[in-house]
Structure formats: C-alpha cells, structure tokens
C-alpha cells in the first residue's frame, strides 16, 4: 500500500497526477513511510497572494521543496502553476530560497527541509514577471471552439495546443510594417496577452503597408490604433501599449512580464537594444528586418546566439548621414512579419524546427527564399565566453531617436547579409 506517498520527480517537482488525488494525501499531516513530514512556512510574495487568500505566510509540510510546493499546490489549486508556468523545471524568473539561501545553491526542488525552515517563491524581476499570475486556460468555450476550429483540427495544434496560444503573452516592438502582419495574425491565432511597443503617431504615409492602421486612424497613437485593431479582430485577448520609446531605463521592466519577443522595430537603435535586454532576461527573440525588396528573419534563443553574434556593433555615427526612409514595398512587410508570427507560433507549440540558427533571407526581386547558418560567436561581447557588454546601452546617437527611421543601417545590414550569404555554403 502506498499511503499518502506524493511522488514527485526530483529533479523536476513534477506530481504524479494519480498519487496527487489519493484520498490518503490529503489528510492534515500527510506520512511518508510512516514518519511525520516537516511543517514549514512558505512565503508568499504579493502577486502570488491573490492564489492564497492574501495570506502572506502558507504553512504546508513536505521533506523537500518539490513536496512542499506540491502541498501548497494542492491547499491552493493553481499555485504550482504560477511558479512553474507550463514547463516543468522552476523558471529563471523565479528564484526559491530555503532560509534565504537560494536552492540553485542546495540541491534545486530536492533540497531536504526541516521542521520550521522557511521557504521563500520570489520573481525575480520587481515589476516583471512574476507580478501577473500566467494565465491559465481552462475547457475552451464552445466559442472558442468554433474560433480556432481550424487550429484545433491540426493535430499539431489541438485543444491543448491552442490553449498554450492562449496562455501565451507576446511582446511586439513596433506597430509599423512588420508589426502589424505580426499582430493581426497572433491575435487571430487567440495569443493570450499582446504587448505592443510604440510612441509614434499614425502618419498617412504608413497606410501603404501597416495593416493595424486604416485611414480614420492618422493622427491616433499607433499603439492604440493597434489595439483597437487587434481587439476588433478578437476581443479576447489582452492587448497592453506601452506607448513609450524603449531605452536602456525601461527595456527590462517592458520586456520581463512576456513569454517571447517579436522585433518590427525599423532601427537599429530599438534592434540592438531589445537584442541585449532579451539575452539579459533569457527571452526568445524572433528577429525581423525589412528593406526594399529584401528581408531577414531568424530566432535567437537564449543562449544561443545573438544579433550581436552577426552583427557585434552598430556602424559608428558617421557613417549613418540620414534616418531618411530608402522605402519599402508594402506587400514585403506581410510576409517577413507573417513568418515572424509563425515562428513564435511553432516555438509555443513545440513543433518543427525554428529558424534558431538560420538567417532566412527573401529576396523578392528575385523572389528567392535563401538561407545562412549562423552560430553562437564565442567571441561575442554580449553573449560570447568573455563578454564585454554587460548593461544596456543606448544608441539613440545612431538615428535621433530610438524610434527614428535608420533604414540606411538597415541597408549596410543587409550588405553585410549579402556578403555572409556569398561566403557561405547554402
Ligand atoms: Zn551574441
């Protein structure tokens, strides 16, 4: 007989779901093998407490931290969830203390508690996120249903699956070109939460190519613009505008409280800045640059690689004369954004192989889709073995703004591009 045993992964907290229900775990004092387990005082930090009755201290019992979260888990349904989101090892985000030494120090979730230790679930980043509860989706309504039929269909995708894609937030730099293909088809797609990064105002000469804006829209802010867009499409999801320019003063607060990054911005100033503020919080980037006739995309996961691995710093200021824009075809935006949107979508599903590691680039002039590889650089100064770029730096120097238009850096990128694509075997 098994009486009250929990079993629990120790190497990753994860609940055998069957044990979990047993009537036997649920007593008072919970046995294992016969002996008592220690009780313990579990903090609880103030965005967590909305799962706990506002109770600041949770006391629950368990020989280690994976049992005690487990318990905590099971007196307030959801709060493993909380912690652990959809994956199954504690996320950076979070640090867990026992008696305020931090447990990637002990022995991770199997750290041995006594009677009366203290456990501490603490985000990492104030104002970041952990001061959201993720999202938890339950059944899907028989709306939501008939919505994302055509997803739900897909045996990639599924009930399951597209309830990842509403669990999921996304944050968008940019409600531009590419900006908008990517927000229109992640909020079709029923993402959970859209952020939206953008100060700049609807401009009639943006209606050749930014979907999210029509023409009763010139003059409104294009980040409310975007959101009325997005929520006409579907009202479900939650759409947050940070309608600032992003710096190395804001960059981590805006960024920390998303699952993944999209890049639309149309500078290089905003490129390099979310790169390394996304390698700072480990965030997934899907990259995107657009010009003329031509495009690039690639994924930069982290720790594996980033812009700066191709490109280590932006041009000094005076090779950049103007932020004057060389222009863009319309229809270029929706594709190059279009697969940016694909790409965070299969990265939440789980499927296929991302463009991690391969630079796309869409000559459609040509109309020829090429790839390059590309790699982590060891030598690189923000996420190479010695790395000499260790804060966020801002390059509003590069274009009078970090929302300024430089598509001249964007064209020596793509020169640069075009070189690295003749040099390598593809
Ligand atoms: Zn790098």
Redo the contacts with the bound molecule.
């Keep these: 007989m098994d009486h009250g045993h929990l079993h629990i992964d120790r190497a990753t907290g994860v609940i055998d779901p069957e044990t979990r229900r047993s009537p036997h775990a649920s007593g008072p004092r919970a046995h294992t093998g016969g002996s008592v387990m220690p009780a313990v005082s579990v903090y609880i930090p103030t965005p967590f407490r909305k799962f706990t009755g506002n109770r600041q201290h949770v006391t629950a019992e368990g020989n280690d931290v994976a049992e005690v979260l487990a318990n905590v888990d099971k007196q307030f349904p959801g709060f493993r969830a909380l912690v652990f989101g959809s994956g199954t090892e504690v996320p950076r985000h979070i640090n867990i203390y026992v008696n305020k030494t931090e447990i990637g120090s002990l022995d991770g979730v199997a750290t041995k508690l006594a009677e009366g230790d203290e456990v501490a679930v603490i985000p990492a980043m104030a104002g970041g996120a952990g001061d959201e509860p993720r999202r938890r989706i339950g059944a899907l309504t028989a709306e939501q249903v008939n919505r994302y039929s055509r997803h739900i269909i897909m045996p990639q995708v599924g009930p399951s699956g597209q309830r990842k894609i509403m669990e999921s937030s996304v944050l968008i730099i940019g409600a531009g070109g590419l900006g908008s293909p990517i927000a229109v088809y992640l909020a079709l797609a029923g993402i959970g939460k859209i952020g939206v990064v953008d100060f700049d105002v609807v401009d009639i000469s943006n209606l050749q190519r930014q979907i999210l804006h029509q023409n009763a829209d010139i003059g409104k802010p294009k980040a409310i613009s975007a959101k009325e867009t997005i929520n006409a499409y579907n009202p479900d999801v939650d759409v947050v505008t940070h309608e600032v320019p992003i710096t190395s003063d804001n960059a981590f607060e805006i960024i920390a409280p998303y699952d993944y990054v999209i890049n639309g911005a149309d500078n290089f100033a905003a490129r390099y800045l979310v790169n390394d503020a996304c390698?700072f919080l480990k965030k997934p980037l899907i990259d995107g640059s657009i010009l003329l006739f031509e495009g690039q995309v690639t994924v930069?996961l982290p720790g594996q690689?980033?812009?700066?691995?191709?490109y280590p710093s932006p041009p000094p200021p005076g090779l950049v004369p103007s932020c004057a824009e060389a222009g863009v075809l319309g229809a270029l935006c929706g594709t190059v954004g279009t697969i940016q949107a694909t790409e965070v979508l299969k990265l939440i599903l789980g499927v296929g192989d991302s463009l991690n590691g391969r630079l796309l680039l869409y000559d459609a002039l040509a109309m020829e889709f090429r790839q390059v590889r590309i790699r982590?650089?060891p030598h690189?100064?923000?996420?190479?073995d010695e790395p000499t770029v260790t804060e966020l730096i801002d390059y509003e120097a590069f274009c009078g703004g970090a929302f300024g238009h430089t598509n001249e850096e964007e064209k020596k990128a793509m020169d640069a591009a075009k070189a690295a694509r003749e040099k390598a075997q593809v």
């Design positions: 390698h930069y690689g980033c812009y700066r691995c191709l982590r650089d690189c100064v923000l996420c190479g």
